[in-house]
């Protein structure tokens, strides 16, 4: 089949175009998300955490998971790091002693983050922030490929192996049904020392701010999940530095999905420019119509300085959004990309012209 400079050049700007909008579409998902205003939270104080582990009993009755593994007053538990499971959506954990050797615990259960990375990777959608807070999973849509469980920054998140059938990915609901009801998460009802504390949660960031204020001796001077990540629906407060609680200490506020999107937001645009760049060389010099050397060369240069330019911009516009590191990577991978164009549009008009 024969190709018409017009039509190889035609061709070539519906492709660029397709890639300008799908690069759109991505860049519209890198910005910043403050979260729904008035949405719920729960706070941690593990300074006042007992490692009693009524919030896991609770938890398993209220989520209809079974009785615990081991009864809430079996100490036994403590002497490994627990993660958690299908039928244990949240764990209580001992991070070694304080200064005066009293015990340190942490629960640990899905954090709700403000942009949940979890939903960034899902194919189907099957996971969803809803604006009271909690993070929801619709199984009926899950295709089991479990980018969820992987992604997740916090490992809260636990897969159904052992259910040949219908598998689903489980993980704390925040007790959703119940607060849409008026009431409180199971665990921060039952709670008997006061360390898990419901609400809304710039009210929650408030009263820990107090605490840090009034009592800055017993606390590391931090609220943890406020800004992390982007943030999270769970805050914690802990006497000792949380790297100790196996809590990402120090990382970026910017949320795993916007780094993601603005690193892989060129992917479309190598993916959809390049295949069709090649396919229009290749048939620009397939093509059998006798043309002079000089509307090769023109047609050529065009078509690859069109590529070029929109490639740039695009380039350009993602590169604001990426880390050095990555931009780096991007901007090595796009101009060895050009130069493999160029190449092969060289080779493409040199072999037409051996032919003649």
């Known amino acids: 089949m024969s190709v018409t400079r017009r039509g190889f050049l035609k061709g070539l700007a519906a492709t660029t175009a397709g890639a300008a909008v799908t690069s759109t579409a991505k860049a519209a998902g890198v910005k910043h998300f403050e979260g729904h205003k008035g949405r719920y939270g729960l706070l941690h104080d593990t300074t006042l955490c007992v490692g009693c582990r009524s919030c896991e009993q609770a938890c398993n009755e209220v989520n209809e998971r079974g009785p615990l593994a081991k009864p809430a007053t079996d100490k036994s538990v403590f002497a490994d790091k627990r993660r958690v499971t299908p039928t244990a959506l949240t764990v209580v954990n001992q991070y070694g002693t304080d200064a005066e050797g009293k015990p340190i615990y942490r629960k640990h259960q899905c954090m709700h983050c403000s942009e949940p990375c979890c939903a960034s990777v899902c194919l189907v959608r099957a996971f969803t922030k809803t604006p009271e807070g909690p993070v929801l999973y619709d199984a009926d849509v899950c295709m089991g490929c479990r980018y969820c469980v992987n992604v997740c920054p916090y490992f809260a998140l636990s897969y159904e192996y052992d259910d040949p059938l219908t598998p689903k990915v489980m993980r704390c609901t925040m007790c959703y049904d119940r607060i849409k009801e008026g009431k409180q998460p199971g665990c921060a009802e039952i ?106 060369k023109a047609a050529l240069v065009e078509a690859l300085m069109k590529a070029d330019e929109a490639t740039k911009k695009k380039l350009a516009d993602a590169a604001t959004r990426a880390k050095k590191g990555q931009e780096k990577a991007v901007a090595q991978a796009v101009k060895k990309a050009l130069a493999e164009a160029e190449k092969k549009a060289k080779e493409g008009a040199d072999g037409e012209e051996v032919k003649k």
């Open 191 to 296: 709670c008997p020392t006061g360390a898990i504390t419901f609400g809304e949660r710039e009210e929650l960031i408030q009263v820990a701010r107090d605490r840090l204020r009034k009592h800055p001796e017993r606390y590391v001077q931090h609220i943890f999940g406020e800004h992390e990540f982007g943030g999270t629906s769970w805050l914690t407060l802990a006497g000792t530095d949380f790297g100790n609680l196996d809590l990402h200490e120090g990382v970026t506020h910017t949320s795993l999905p916007e780094i993601g999107t603005a690193f892989l937001g060129v992917v479309p645009l190598v993916i959809t420019i390049y295949p069709g760049l090649f396919a229009g060389i290749y048939a620009f010099s397939k093509r059998k119509e006798r043309i002079s050397e000089e509307e090769k």
